[in-house]
Structure formats: C-alpha cells, structure tokens
C-alpha cells in the first residue's frame, strides 16, 4: 500500500480543522446522532413539485432527524429556488439543518427564467473532468463500456442552493479487463480547485457565473486523486440501492438519495452490520488508501394508522399497528338513531362493503380506512306488573318488538279509581343491569324517549320493564302521569292550545269541607257555617294564603313540606298577606295544584277521554251546581252552596270539578299566548297580581261550567263562591 506523507499531514490538519472549527454540516450530523436513538417515532414528508420533474417520493424520517437528500429536479428552464414549508413560501427549509417533528409537506418554489436583461435563472453545469467517468451500475469488466458522463443541467434561482448530485464513479481500463479507480475529491468553481463547493451552505449568484450569449453559467468541477478509498452500501432490501462509492481519502462519503422499503421507514447508515456505530457523512471519513468501507442501511418497521369509520355508530379510536401485524377488533361499538337500532355485521376496507376485513388472519400493510356495516336490529321489551293481588285489574300490555335504537310506545293503564283494594299506576321502571333485575330497589324510571339499545337489554336482546304502583289513599283519587292537549283555542282567554304533559299526583276527592278546614285550621271562615249541612259543604270565604296555610297544617306524619308562609296578617283568622315560599316542588307534602293539573284531572286525566266539557259529562245538569240547578239560590243566606259529592264524578272519581264553588290554583294567572308547546309539569309565571280559580260555582251560568273556562283573582280575595281542593305526591311505591 503507498502512503502519500504530503497528503498524509493534509488529511491530518483537515481533522485538526474538522474539530476545532465550527461547521454546520458537521454540527446537524453530530444532532442526528443524538436523535437517532428514539428510532419509534417518525413522520411522513411529502412533496409538491409544483410542476417539477421527477416527483420526490415520500420519505419517513425520524422524529427531529434531517429529511434524506432529494434529488434535483426540472420545470423546463425555470429556476428551482428551494423547498419551502407552505405554498406562499414564507419559510424555506434548510435541509441541512431543519429537523423533522411532525408530518409535513414541502413545496417546491420555482423562479421563470426572464431574458437576459433581468436575469433570475443560473444555469449549473457539471464538468467531470475525464471523458472516461461514468455512473457504473456494475462492477463487471468491460473492455467496450467507455462513455462520456454528463451530469445533468440544473436551473437555479440567484440567490438559492444547487442540489448536490448523486456519486460519480470515475476509472480507466487497461488491457481490456483491468479497471483503474481513482478518488472523487468534491465539487470546485474552479479547474484549480482553490475553491470548493459546499452545497449545504453556498448560493448561487450573478458574480460567480459566465455569461454565455443568452444565459448566466456557473460550472463545477469534479476533483479526482488516486489515493482513495472504497466505500460499499448494503441496502438491506431498500431500493434503489446506492451504487458503491470511490472516495479521496480524507473526504466525505457522497450521502446518497432517499431509499425507500415498503412496510419499513429509514432508520440511517451505519458502519457496522448490527447497527451499533451510525455513519456521519458530514464527519466520518477514511485516511487510508485502499480501505475498504461498508455501510449498512437501518429499517425500522412502520407503524401504520387504522381509522375507523363507525358510520353513525359510537366513535372507535384509531390503532396503530406495526406493518405485517394484526388490528384489535373494536369492541362494544354500538350504532343508534331515533327509532332505529342496529347490529353490527363486520369491518370492510372501502365504504362500498365489498371487502371484509378478517381480524383473525389480515395483516395491516399501509395506512388504512375500516368502515362498519350495520343491519337493523330488534329487541324484545317486556312488560312486567307484578304479582301483587291489588294489580290485578290491570291488563298486561303485549311485547313490543323495537328495532335497535328504536322507542318504546308507553302502554295505557286504565286509570282505575283506586281503593284499598287496587294500586294506582305510576311509571314502567327498568334495571340498569339488566343481565340482574332480581333488585327492584335498583330500579330507575324508563324515560319513553330514551332509544333501546344493548347498554338496557339483557343477552337476549331482552328489555324489561316494570310497573311502579303508589297505594290508595284516603279522601284521594291516583291521577296517573300523561298528557293532554290543555286549553281550547275557540274559547274567548282558553287558547291558543298546546299539548301538556304531567307526571301523577294525588288529588281530593272534592272540594275541602268545612269540617275539613275547622279540624286543621280551628277556625271556619265560611259564610254559611250556620246552614244544617255545613260540615259537608266547601269551606269558601277562603284566601288564596288560606289555602295554602291549610296544606302546611295538614302535611304531617312524615310528609315533606312544599311550602313556607311568614309574615302571616293578620295574625289570625283569614289571611290577607303572607309570603309564600317554596321548599320543595317535588316534596310529598300538600299543596295547591297547579292550573295544568287542575284542568288535566277535571278532564278525565291521559288524554281527557270523551273530551267532555264539563267535568265528566256533555249534561252539565248532572255533573255541576250552577245558577240552574241550585236548589233555591234566595232561600238562606248562604245562597245556592251544595254538600259536596251531590253530583256525579267524572271518570277518575272526583266531583264538583265544575260548579259548586270556584277553586283556587297555585299560578299566577297570565295568558297562555307565549307559553311553550310541548309543556312539562308548567307552574306559571314567578310574579303577577292574581292567581288563578278554576271550575265556576253555584252562582255562575252553565258557560262557567266548562272545565277550560279561566278566571282569577287578587290572592287575598275571600268571597262565598271560591274554595279549593289539595294534591299531594306519593310517599310510597311498590
């Protein structure tokens, strides 16, 4: 082996120079290294080339690593002026130095080439300094394989950087078989070589460049030494593979274009085959002549992105398998819309369902789409009452059969007037495990807007639900929950109509008696206290604050109360003002009702079957004491006021909801014009000046009568027409 000593000391000094002195191309390898050592995360770069020729392909590049050298590129005579983070060109990217931390497409900026009077365009020329050079594709001998290698034109932008070109491989033949390699020694402006060219850092510019006629010329020349040494890539499978590499000792191997291995990313070279010492190639070099080099090219296996279109179905979060491995099947993925349950048949690869993916076998090769298939399904709902001896005058509702995320029709329970002997209906309950419904005490209220789904249905595609019953209770009739359509839009101050919807309380049997009221209150207002059938009559002369002083004395016995009054005035007998305060709108307490429900139970309850228009009936005569039917309204001085329960109820059992006396109701009275539609559970206004009474009395003609006529008064109003009548909520259920 020769050994140059003049070169020897050159090469010396150069490393002196490598490590002492700053250089950028070093300093970026030097943070690769560091980099490189999290080789499970990396990014997509893509291309636009805006025009250029030929495309880059996609490169996958380690997290805060360098993008992998791009080859040049053509867009006819228009200078390519670099690669830019966005299509306005506000930031170009500095391949040398810019590190990759997150997918990212470059753009490629393209200045048109103007004539010679405003110059924009260089053209770069290659001089490779030997008619003999080429780029050899295989190192077999040939005696005939002669020919001259031109590299070809690039077009530049002033001001912007030249693409380095790929490694040329420069030798002689002899005798016919003998090739003669020699050392490529770097780019220079000159055919001295006093100055080399450094792609990574130099620029193009009018005063380096010839003019030729018509154009700006800038050309570099290709600097070849015998002493070199030999640098061979292992692609590891990654194409193209790089050609091998004859290097003058000293200089930097030529980092070759990106490669590219399906399923894998590019993890760099390195200089030995287990990947322990990465390559440099903007430091590492070779000092010996004839050394023959290895680089060993790093693949790691890609991770791809699966994402998953549920198609209206609950949301699967996106995997990321490694290429060649299999995806997790998705589970308890569930689709539903209104009315309309589904099941799921299987995950295909396009939106068309042609292709099913089988999680059992498929491996994931490449980015990808599954999309779900879905079919309606069905569900079983069944009704359950209960086998308690008081139900048994209800009837059973039939199964439904829902389609998933499907509703539930709420089933109709006659209304039975309840007794000792028979429960009154409150509301269907389901289990919220409903693979274990044996404990009635974890029961929760079915909501019938709610959609079937498997989250409520057993493993038989079964959902139960249970009747919820409230016992009798003295002196009160079950109004069971449900709506109606409240008002009567062809009556002067009863519309505009609107649908109400109510859950269940208890009401009173009739008005509050006299007796009744003395017993509570130890007082009886009542201007005709004196007449023989007082006890039985409504207590009337009565406050709007009398009455709800009245449902604040007789909630006792572990009842909760709905109301407060302070400020009582005066301090006895009738009120004239208090203040009223609510505590609890859902206590178990007595109170008032409210105008909605007053007018739902006077019209039969769910859905006011028969649509009467008095309380019970279309013959006013029989359900109302009105001016008509008053036995002699000028016989006493009490007038025409009746023993309650005198004439028929209507169909839930309560009696007087029309005539009698007028009864008070807990809202403030205001028109029904901006009330809203569909209602629940309305309570009126917060403020006014009168409250409301419902259902006309003895003094009033047949048209009061009528169970959607309104009328009010100021609340400490007590005259000997009004009265009242109390709901209450249940305290206990089965």
């Known amino acids: 082996m020769k050994v140059n000593l003049k070169l020897l000391c050159i090469m010396i000094l150069a490393c002196v120079c490598l490590v002492t002195c700053y250089n950028p191309i070093m300093d970026q390898w030097w943070d690769i290294e560091e980099s490189v050592t999290n080789l499970s995360v990396y990014h997509v770069v893509k291309f636009d080339a805006n025009g250029g020729w030929p495309v880059p392909g996609d490169q996958l590049i380690l997290h805060n690593s360098n993008i992998a050298k791009v080859p040049p590129m053509t867009r006819e005579t228009d200078g390519f002026a670099g690669w830019y983070t966005d299509n306005s060109y506000s930031r170009e990217w500095d391949l040398a130095i810019d590190k990759i931390t997150e997918d990212i497409t470059l753009y490629a900026k393209w200045v048109l080439n103007t004539p010679v009077a405003d110059p924009k365009v260089i053209e770069v020329h290659f001089v490779t300094n030997t008619t003999q050079a080429r780029i050899s594709d295989s190192d077999t001998p040939d005696a005939g394989d002669r020919e001259v290698l031109e590299l070809s034109i690039q077009y530049i932008a002033e001001g912007s950087k030249i693409v380095e070109p ?56 290709a600097k070849w030494v015998e002493e070199h040494y030999k640098v061979n890539f292992n692609a590891n499978n990654g194409i193209p593979a790089p050609r091998d590499q004859e290097i003058a000792l000293g200089m930097y191997v030529v980092e070759p274009y990106a490669m590219s291995r399906i399923g894998h990313g590019f993890g760099g070279w390195y200089s030995d085959p287990n990947f322990g010492q990465p390559w440099n190639f903007a430091k590492d070099t070779e000092f010996f002549d004839g050394s023959i080099i290895t680089l060993y090219a790093k693949w790691i296996v890609n991770s791809y992105n699966v994402t998953f279109v549920s198609n209206g179905g609950t949301s699967v979060p996106e995997q990321i398998p490694d290429y060649g491995t299999k995806i997790v099947k998705p589970a308890g993925v569930t689709k539903h819309e209104t009315g309309i349950d589904y099941s799921l048949l299987g995950w295909y690869t396009d939106p068309g369902f042609t292709n099913e993916w089988d999680f059992d076998n498929d491996t994931v090769t490449s980015d990808m789409t599954l999309y779900a298939r879905w079919e309606i399904a069905q569900y079983t709902v069944i009704f359950h009452l209960g086998d308690y001896e008081e139900v048994k005058a209800y009837n059973k509702p039939a199964n439904q059969y829902i389609i998933s995320y499907g509703l539930v029709t709420e089933p109709v ?72 359509i409240m008002g009567d839009s062809s009556v002067s101050g009863a519309g505009p109509e609107r649908r109400v ?47 709800i002083e009245y449902c604040i004395k007789i909630t006792t016995g572990g009842l ?55 309380a019970g009936s279309d013959d006013a005569t029989k359900v109302a004491w009105y001016n008509a039917t008053v036995a002699d309204r000028t016989q006493t001085s009490h007038g025409g006021i009746q023993p309650v329960r005198g004439k028929a109820p209507n169909g839930l059992g309560l009696f007087d909801m029309s005539g009698n006396v007028a009864e008070w109701c807990w809202d403030w009275f205001v ?38 006529i309104r009328n009010s008064d100021t609340p400490e109003t007590a005259n000997w027409v009004i009265g009242f009548r109390v709901v209450r909520g249940f305290s206990v259920i089965y």
């Open 560 to 614: 909760s109360q709905v109301y407060t009054l302070a400020d009582r005035n005066p301090s006895t007998g009738s009120i004239a003002n208090a203040t009223v305060t609510v505590v609890d709108w859902n206590a178990n307490g007595y109170r008032l009702p409210t105008e909605a429900e007053w007018e739902y139970a006077a019209r039969g309850g769910n859905g006011s079957p028969g649509n009467f228009p008095y």
């Open 501 to 547: 919807y109510l859950d269940g309380f208890y009401m009173s049997i009739n008005e509050v008696t006299q007796a009744e009221f003395f017993a509570a209150m130890n007082y009886n207002p009542s201007n005709s206290h004196a007449s023989p059938t007082a006890p039985q009559q409504p207590v009337e002369m009565v406050s709007w604050f009398d009455a």
């Open 413 to 484: 329970l006659p209304n039975h007037i309840t007794s000792a002997n028979v429960y009154g209906f409150l509301r269907w309950d389901y289990s919220p495990n409903p693979n274990n419904s044996s404990d009635r005490s974890s029961l929760l209220e079915w909501d019938f807007s709610k959609p079937v789904t498997d989250v409520v249905t057993n493993s038989n595609n079964e959902l139960n639900l249970y009747a919820r019953w409230v016992p009798h209770v003295d002196g009160m009739v079950w109004v069971q929950k449900g709506s109606f």
């Open 166 to 221: 790929s490694a040329i491989r420069y030798f002689e033949i002899f005798d016919s078989i003998t090739r003669s390699y020699f050392g490529f020694g770097g780019w220079y402006t000159d055919n001295a070589y006093s100055r080399e060219w450094v792609f990574a850092v130099d620029t193009v510019n009018l005063s380096d460049a010839e003019f030729d006629g018509d154009k700006y010329i800038i050309k570099l020349y």
């Open 671 to 708: 028109s029904y014009r901006n009330m809203p539609n569909p209602d629940y559970n309305p309570r009126g206004p917060s403020i006014g000046t009168e409250r409301v009474r419902r259902g006309g009395s003895w003094s009033n003609a047949i048209g009061n009568m009528r169970s959607v």
